[in-house]
């Protein structure tokens, strides 16, 4: 079982920046990709940025260049640093963990959600 705790949403300014923290319960070196997606008022959950085991990163679109995610293995810690944020961004942000385990194939894990609000 792999449990998540996210971190670091809050309310900030259109061109503002804010980074949000995930902490997992297990090695990140053991997940098949860790991000996160998010839900903004009334619409479906989206991507916003994964990495893999590898170290490789897949962002939407809409937050590419804008966003970017690091780690620390150390602290079994991924970390998404948004910057040149767009009132759209306003969304529930939720870290996400995929990883295949012996046997019984890939399970997927979320964290609580944080909210990230922009707005003048």
């Known amino acids: 079982q792999v449990q998540l705790v996210g971190s670091g949403g809050g309310l900030v300014q259109p061109g503002g920046s804010l980074t949000l923290s995930c902490a997992a319960s297990?090695?990140?070196?053991?997940?098949?990709?860790m991000g996160w997606y998010r839900q903004p008022p009334g619409k479906q959950r989206e991507l916003v940025g994964t990495f893999t085991s590898t170290g490789t990163t897949n962002f939407a679109n809409s937050v590419m260049g804008r966003f970017f995610i690091s780690r620390d293995n150390s602290k079994n810690t991924a970390y998404l640093h948004m910057d040149s944020l767009k009132p759209e961004d306003t969304a529930i942000y939720y870290c996400n963990v995929r990883r295949t385990t012996p046997y019984y194939g890939v399970f997927e894990y979320w964290g609580q959600g944080t909210q990230v609000t922009v707005s003048s």
């Open positions: 297990v090695s990140i070196s053991s997940i098949d990709s």
